[in-house]
C-alpha cells in the first residue's frame, strides 16, 4: 500500500506540476502578446532621411543643410534610366507648374544612383531639359550609398549587362523633406502631375 500511496503521491505531483507549468507558460505568452502589441503601437516611424554631402549639377558641392528653409521633394535615379525616371521627372514638373506660387517653397532633387556615369556634367542638361527649378544631385560612390540607405532606396545593377550600356533597377518613391530638413512623408511617384500637385498641396503650408 505504501508504494501505491507513492505512487499515487508522485502522480498528484507530477499533474501538479504540469498545471503550474502550462499556467505559467500561458501567462508569460499573454504577457509577451500584450508587450508585444503595446510595443507595435507605441514604436516609433522608421526613420527616413538624413544628412547628405554631395555636388551639384552645377558643380558646388552642398549639403542637405543648404537647402532649409525649403520643401524638398527628392527622388533617386539615374540620366539613363528609359522610362520610370524620365516620367516621374516629367510629372514634378507638372505637379509644379500645376501648384503655380506655392511651387516656390519646393526645391525637387533629383540624386543619382549611378555615381559612375552620373557626373555632374552629364546631369545638369539632363535636369534642366524637365525644369530650371530641378537640382541634380552626385557625389563619391559611398556619399551616395549612404544617402540612399537613409532613404531606404535600393539600387541595383543588372547583372551581365554591357559594362557601358548597364540598367539599373531602384525604388521608385519621391520623399518630401520639411524645410526644417524632417522627413515628412512618400509622395507617389507613380501619378500624374495633377495628382502629384494634390499630395503635395496637403503638405505645405
Ligand atoms: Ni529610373
Not at 514634378?92 to 559612375?116: H, M, R, S
Request: hydrophobic letters at 40%; proline letters at 6%; aromatic letters at 8%.
Amino acid at each position: 500500500m505504501k508504494t501505491g500511496h507513492a505512487a499515487r503521491r508522485r502522480q498528484r505531483d507530477r499533474r501538479g506540476f504540469i498545471l503550474v507549468t502550462t499556467l505559467g507558460a500561458a501567462l508569460l505568452l499573454l504577457t509577451s502578446g500584450y508587450m508585444w502589441l503595446a510595443g507595435v503601437n507605441q514604436a516609433p516611424r522608421p526613420a527616413v532621411g538624413g544628412p547628405f554631402a554631395l555636388t551639384q549639377d552645377d558643380g558646388r558641392p552642398v549639403t542637405d543643410q543648404s537647402f532649409r528653409g525649403k520643401y524638398l521633394l527628392i527622388y533617386f535615379g539615374y540620366t539613363a534610366c528609359r522610362d520610370v525616371c524620365p516620367l516621374t521627372l516629367a510629372s514634378v514638373t507638372e505637379a509644379l507648374d500645376v501648384l503655380g506660387a506655392k511651387a516656390d517653397a519646393v526645391q525637387p532633387l533629383f540624386i543619382t544612383v549611378d555615381p559612375q556615369r552620373d557626373t555632374a556634367a552629364v546631369m545638369h542638361p539632363y535636369v534642366a531639359a524637365f525644369t530650371p527649378r530641378l537640382i541634380g544631385l552626385t557625389g563619391a560612390p559611398e556619399a551616395l550609398r549612404r544617402v540612399a540607405r537613409e532613404y531606404r532606396v535600393s539600387a541595383v545593377q543588372h547583372a551581365g549587362d554591357d559594362p557601358a550600356r548597364y540598367l539599373i533597377d531602384h525604388s521608385s518613391v519621391l520623399y518630401l523633406v520639411g524645410p526644417d530638413g524632417r522627413y515628412l512623408a512618400p509622395i507617389r511617384a507613380d501619378s500624374t502631375g495633377t495628382a502629384m500637385a494634390q499630395d503635395l498641396a496637403r503638405y505645405l503650408s
